[in-house]
């Protein structure tokens, strides 16, 4: 049962432009969602987190937008760069309890 | 400071045989937990140890099973392995998830188990 889904398992972006990658969950209890970051050969790298209280929270280049209501958050990064290329994950919880994750999306940018 | 460590990088076993597998966490962190990332697939949740205990499970049968010592350090074991526990094990260190922190993780390089 795939409670966090990431539907496009690959993404191509010039560098400059912006990169939006998006991921849907299916349990309305979630309440804390983040993204990560992964490259080859190493474990995942925290990116950025936003609570179901708020529907944006940014980061340097990195925004990511919650609508609960639709159940889907996106992370935007802009301007995208060259070592942005990796492949993504987005994540849930649910008051405290276990991680879900999606399956990752690559991101390749294009010099 | 040193973030999350994983020994060892590479294993290969056979069907049948057990495994474990070791993590220390990021300095000042007390809870562990553990993935299993199957290929083209996202970490999945194992279990997560604090204060030496168990405190959540994912859905793996009672052949994995793990412990925390009094340093937070963790092992994840893994009994009769079979075929399908190739993966990459994730460890991946926090404060107590829901305690008022901002439940981020921060994972290992992982352990590549191979069972032949």
């Known amino acids: 049962d795939q409670q966090v889904k990431q539907n496009s398992p690959s993404l191509s972006v010039q560098e400059g432009r912006i990169s939006i990658l998006n991921c849907d969950y299916t349990?309305?209890?979630?309440?804390?969602f983040l993204w990560y970051k992964k490259y080859p050969a190493e474990g995942p790298t925290f990116l950025i987190s936003?609570?179901?209280?708020?529907d944006k929270n940014e980061d340097g280049r990195f925004t990511v937008f919650l609508n609960k209501s639709a159940k889907h958050l996106s992370l935007h990064i802009v301007p995208s760069q060259p070592g942005d290329s990796a492949v993504y994950f987005c994540?849930?919880?649910?008051?405290?309890?276990?991680?879900?994750f999606g399956t990752g999306t690559s991101l390749t940018v294009i010099p | 400071d040193a973030g999350v460590t994983q020994s060892p990088t590479h294993l290969i076993k056979t069907r049948g045989q057990q495994v474990t597998l070791r993590c220390s966490p990021k300095?000042?962190?007390?809870?562990v937990s553990w993935y299993q990332q199957a290929l083209g697939q996202g970490p999945q949740f194992i279990f997560q140890?604090?204060?030496?205990?168990e405190r959540q499970r994912g859905n793996f049968p009672d052949r994995f099973s793990g412990h925390q010592f009094p340093n937070y350090s963790s092992e994840l074991n893994v009994n009769a392995l079979l075929l399908g526990d190739s993966a990459l094990y994730l460890c991946?260190?926090?404060?107590?998830w829901g305690q008022g922190s901002t439940d981020t993780q921060y994972f290992g390089p992982g352990t590549r188990l191979t069972v032949l």
């Open positions: 991946a260190s926090s404060l107590l």
């Open positions: 349990n309305s209890m979630f309440d804390y």
């Open positions: 936003i609570s179901s209280i708020k």
């Open positions: 994540a849930a919880s649910a008051l405290g309890n276990q991680f879900y």
């Open positions: 300095s000042g962190h007390d809870t």
């Open positions: 140890y604090y204060e030496e205990e």
